[in-house]
């Protein structure tokens, strides 16, 4: 099965926490802390797989996690950082952030792209001695990993590929031209998904050719198959156009070119304009001389070129005609990520409180974040803690949303009762 399209979670490992340690050794005294900082969080990376042509690996597993770092130890020993994790994807796959719809990478090239970035390991006690604390017990949390949903979108990386209406012979003429075996017959959408096939040229020289199933009147706005794969043409550098030049399904040929233009163009307005060979397909069974002048009439002035998929007659033709126009075209588009929105800066302001049965609830990313830095069972940790509360205006704050004395006041898992 061909899957084009995949959302996934995926979440960066968590940076290990640092250490709260003392130095302890026979004839040493006051050996000072020695706390050893925490393992940095796994990253996920992506990277384009050359044997993987389809998402469908990911229809039944949609949720990917780094390894967690480890926290610090004694001796000044730091943490092992968490396992990074690789996924594997199509060449030619499009991430995108999910909520936002921001293009984040195009996986076309071998190298790994960095999607998530693990979380960094906290400090361990050594980085907080100073001379007039000596003994400091406590240490910094790990932060948290990277974690969103993105949308994954293949768009295949071909050089040339082949359009047209069904039955005119694009997956006949496929297989002619490549190794490629698509499946054959003659009734309308035999073809349900691309297929790619290598042409070989002369020599060393070839260029991939793609076979685009499902175009027909209506395709950019849904009808037939044409519009979950007109998105694949974006990428080919070339458009081989397959017209039955001898109207074997009652279609006039002239009609079908303007139709499938048409449909390029409501897709996306360039490939109407992008270079395009005429194969006029069919000519073993053309009956009317004149259908071939017509035609090449109405497309002028693109080349046509007569061509019998069943006979192979003019293949060859079609084949080094369109080797010579792809020297003359661009590399294939790669398409460049936006970048990533300057994170909102987490404050104090962001604190809120709300009273609720029986208690006050006061949270914020700000809190949440001072509070995983902050050992509650050392005193001169809670010290500091309840100095931020008030340097950052935190009781003003509770006291003017009308806690008083007395009052259960819960954050982040501490319940305790308030005092002015």
């Known amino acids: 099965m061909f899957v084009d399209q995949a959302v996934i979670h995926i979440r960066a490992g968590r940076g290990g926490d ?3 340690a003392f130095h302890r050794e026979k004839y040493v005294a006051s050996g000072g802390p020695d706390g050893g900082d925490g393992g940095r969080g796994g990253s996920i990376y992506v990277q384009a797989d050359a044997h993987m042509s389809t998402l469908l690996g990911l229809r039944n597993k949609r949720k990917f996690a780094a390894g967690d770092g480890e926290p610090g130890g004694g001796k000044n020993c730091s943490g092992k950082g968490g396992k990074d994790f690789l996924l594997r994807v199509p060449r030619g796959t499009l991430v995108y952030d999910a909520q936002t719809g921001r293009l984040m990478a195009d996986i076309s090239g071998a190298e790994p792209v960095l999607l998530a970035r693990g979380g960094r390991g906290g400090w361990g006690n050594q980085h907080f001695a100073s001379s007039t604390r000596q003994a400091p017990r406590f240490a910094k949390a790990g932060l948290p990993g990277q974690e969103f949903s993105c949308r994954l979108e293949l768009k295949l990386l071909a050089d040339v590929g082949l359009i047209g209406f069904p039955n005119v012979g694009k997956s006949s003429l496929l297989s002619v031209i490549s190794a490629a075996r698509p499946k054959i017959d003659n009734y309308h959408f035999t073809t349900l998904q691309p297929n790619l096939g290598v042409v070989a040229v002369d020599g060393e020289k070839s260029f991939v050719c793609a076979d685009i199933p499902g175009l027909i009147e209506g395709a ?3 009808s037939g198959l044409g519009h979950a794969f007109l ?6 550098r ?5 017209v039955d030049v001898a109207g074997t399904e009652d279609r006039d040929p002239c009609d079908d070119f303007d139709v499938i233009n048409a449909e390029l163009r ?3 307005p360039e490939l109407a304009l992008r270079e395009q060979i005429v194969a006029a397909n ?6 009317d001389p004149e259908a ?9 002035p693109r080349l046509v070129v007569p061509i019998s998929a069943a006979t192979t007659a003019g293949v060859r033709e079609l084949v080094l005609k369109a080797y010579t126009r792809l020297l003359d075209q661009p590399p294939i588009a790669v398409f460049t990520p936006e970048p990533a929105p300057e994170p909102a800066p987490s404050s104090p302001g962001d604190t809120t409180v709300t009273r609720e049965d029986g208690f006050w609830r006061v949270e914020g990313e700000w809190l949440y974040a001072l509070m995983g830095n902050i050992n509650f069972s050392d005193y001169e940790s809670k010290m500091y803690f309840d100095r931020c509360l008030r340097k950052y205006g935190v009781f003003e704050l509770m006291e003017n949303a009308g806690v008083r004395d007395g009052d259960t006041v819960y954050m982040y898992g501490l319940s305790y009762e308030y005092a002015v």
């Open 231 to 236: 998105r694949h043409i974006e990428r080919c």
């Open 282 to 287: 069919k000519t073993d069974a053309l009956s």
């Open 18 to 20: 640092g250490a709260v």
């Open 238 to 242: 070339l458009l081989i156009h397959v």
């Open 292 to 300: 071939l002048e017509r035609l090449k009439a109405h497309v002028a």
């Open 220 to 222: 950019s706005r849904g």
């Open 266 to 268: 409501a897709h996306l």
